[in-house]
């Protein structure tokens, strides 16, 4: 795994904004609108080059990349008060912060859509944030996930590999 130092040097003061502000729960739409980037293509081409910069070359999703962005320590967090989750919820979590979809994670879990839509609504709720990136960096924030790396995600709300 690159360290952060190496990781540094590879990104630009602005990439770290970048990080920071889809750590925040921003999209392509919100970066556009912000003037980082011209069009929502843009944001997405160059968010994707940040992610693959952070994962060696491979392609990630965007809540990974916010989860790399803190285990190499380029995104700040700033710590809250803990908060405590029910299994499903932080099963979840755990699945972003590893780069796996709502609709990945409903299959796996055999989730109908309602059940997922309803277990993101009560992650994002419990963690007041207001996207699955922002999940991610509210669960750093508050203890819920630590830098370490891989996650264990075990699709059954158990804590406990199936």
């Not at 069009?39 to 060696?56: F, I, W």
Request: proline share 5%.
């Amino acid at each position: 795994m690159t360290t952060a130092p190496v990781l540094a040097t590879r990104l630009s003061p602005s990439d770290l904004d970048v990080l920071g502000v889809i750590a925040q729960g921003a999209n392509e739409v919100a970066l556009r609108d912000q003037g980082v980037y011209a069009s929502c293509n843009e944001a997405r081409r160059e968010v994707a080059g940040l992610g693959r910069v952070l994962a060696g070359g491979t392609p990630i999703r965007w809540t990974r990349i916010v989860h790399l962005s803190v285990v190499h320590r380029l995104v700040p967090v700033d710590r809250s008060a803990d908060v405590w989750l029910p299994p499903w919820q932080l099963d979840l979590l755990c699945a972003w912060a590893s780069g796996i979809s709502l609709t990945e994670y409903a299959y796996e879990a055999s989730l109908s859509h309602m059940e997922a839509k309803e277990l993101e609504q009560l992650l994002c709720h419990n963690l007041s944030a207001v996207s699955d990136q922002h999940a991610v960096l509210r669960g750093h924030e508050a203890g819920t996930l630590t830098a370490r790396d891989p996650l264990t995600v075990t699709f059954n709300g158990t804590g406990e590999t199936p």
